[in-house]
Nanobody, 125 residues
Framework: QVQLVESGGGLVQAGGSLGLSCAASGHTFTSYNVGWFRQAPGKEREFVAAIGRSGRSTYYADSVKGRFTISRDNAKNTAYLQMNSLKPEDTSNYYC??????????????????WGQGTQVTVSS
């Protein structure tokens, strides 16, 4: 079992930047791919980005490509999501999750094994 705790959410103006962290504990962090998802009220959970175990491979949703950067520091058991050029439509609750499968990076929420509680990001216009 893995415990995940997100932090770094908050309120930012459109065009601004925000960095999220996802701290993991309870199991070997390098056993997992890490994904970031977001969910706004009344909407389905949406894939944002994923990163492989070593950090060399990444995968982004088209809506954030070029603006968001996913990374991880395995020595610190932490994953990150740097968000730049934020837009009001990026407003959502952001979640990190881990995927224990050996397959390529995945974008379906149902394929991830453990989840954090989420952190709210609000972008004002």
């Amino acid at each position: 079992q893995v415990q995940l705790v997100e932090s770094g959410g908050g309120l930012v103006q459109a065009g601004g930047s925000l960095g999220l962290s996802c701290a993991a504990s309870g199991h070997t962090f390098t056993s997992y791919n890490v994904g970031w998802f977001r969910q706004a009220p009344g909407k389905e959970r949406e894939f944002v980005a994923a990163i492989g175990r070593s950090g060399r491979s990444t995968y982004y949703a088209d809506s954030v490509k070029g603006r968001f950067t996913i990374s991880r520091d395995n020595a610190k058991n932490t994953a990150y999501l740097q968000m730049n050029s934020l837009k009001p439509e990026d407003t959502s609750n952001y979640y990190c999750a881990v995927d224990a499968s050996p397959w390529t990076l995945r974008s379906k929420a149902s394929e991830y094994d453990f989840w954090g509680q989420g952190t709210q990001v609000t972008v004002s216009s």
